[in-house]
């Protein structure tokens, strides 16, 4: 595998390119979120200025009262991480085969994110359940479950770790049901990782997943501003997860989804393939067993799903309805 890291020009070259290996995503998440608290304690979210459309896999689209200029904010963040990958995946790529191609992976990737989130508007079903479910509880129980005097920082955290736990078990059953992962599939079968397909799942994928991570802490009462400080946690992170950029977590793979975690689980090989469910957090695979990291003179070949087409926005929303369990 071509290594771009490891094809310094000097010595300077080489700790420039260690630097930004080791230090870009924990200074991208630190700087990203930093803001983002900030402008939650500045321009708090209301919840009748946003209904609950902030998915898991960041549907900011969705902030349709915000004025420009907090939308422009709320957003920077996001926009920062995703940028900041990208350059990475231009300038310091962890595969030169996996970058993309115009016609067989970003066309299909932004074609299907638009057809989702635009044109089917996923997010609308995903505020449905989520106002749903907080109207159910607050009839029942009258008051919020939720430890809305802790601290905001430990709020999130609490936030993520539950939501961790809901779509860790449903993304290890979407890959040991066949019915689930015929779904599932459309995001998998890329055989190039890179950053968009962080933005690429299936339109009831794209429902399932914000559902099953967000409603059980809107259940129990969280407010809007920790959904919303969680998801930029989720976007910003996603980009790095499914980069194509060389980048090093050392002790922060026992903590959070790493892209070098995470590559692992797109390969083709099964075997190597069904672990490291993590989707922001990686402690649940931790705890059942599915963590997997191979020693580093191993590396990622093979990514995709043998025997199925990765292209096509047709295709792709169309595959659940024709993957035949033999493919």
């Keep these: 595998m071509d ?46 200025n946003i209904v609950f459309e902030l998915s898991i896999f960041g549907n900011v689209l969705a902030l349709h009262d915000a004025d420009l200029h907090k939308y422009l904010m709320y957003v ?16 310091q790529s962890f595969s030169a085969a996996w970058r993309p191609e115009w016609k067989a992976n970003i066309f299909s990737d932004v074609g299907l994110f638009i057809l989702n989130n635009v044109l089917l508007r996923a997010e609308f079903f995903v505020a449905i359940a989520m106002a749903g479910a907080a109207g159910v509880v607050s009839t029942w129980f009258g008051v919020s479950l939720w430890p809305n005097d802790w601290p905001l920082v430990l709020q999130v955290v609490l936030f993520l ?28 079968n890329p055989d190039k990782l890179y950053w968009l397909n962080a933005t690429r799942f299936h339109y009831f994928d794209i429902i399932a997943l914000p559902v099953v991570a967000n409603v059980p802490a809107i259940a129990l ?23 194509n950029a060389d980048v090093r977590f050392g002790w922060l793979n026992y903590i959070v989804s790493s892209p070098e975690l995470h590559r692992w689980h797109h390969v083709k090989d099964t075997s190597m393939a069904n672990h490291n469910y993590g989707s922001n957090l990686i402690i649940w695979d931790l705890v059942f067993g599915t963590w997997m990291l191979p020693k580093q003179d191993l590396e990622p070949t093979e990514i995709g799903v043998s025997g199925v087409d990765g292209g096509g926005v047709a295709n792709q929303f169309l595959l659940p309805f024709r993957l035949k369990e033999s493919d």
Excluded at 76 to 91: A, K, T
């Design 3 to 48: 290594r771009l890291i490891d094809q310094p020009t000097n010595n300077s070259m080489g700790l420039i390119r260690r630097l930004f290996a080791w230090g870009s995503y924990p200074a991208v998440m630190i700087i990203g979120m930093g803001f983002a608290f900030w402008m939650a304690n500045k321009l708090p979210l209301a919840s009748n």
């Design 76 to 91: 920077l963040p996001v926009f920062i991480s995703g940028i900041w990958v990208y350059l990475m995946e231009r300038f």
């Design 161 to 188: 770790v539950l939501a961790e736990f809901m779509t860790y078990w449903l993304h290890r059953l979407e890959h040991e049901k066949w019915l689930l992962w015929r779904v599932h599939c459309v995001h998998h």
């Design 221 to 243: 009462g969280a407010d809007v501003t920790v959904i919303y400080l969680a998801t930029t946690f989720s976007v910003m992170h996603g980009f790095w997860q499914h980069g």
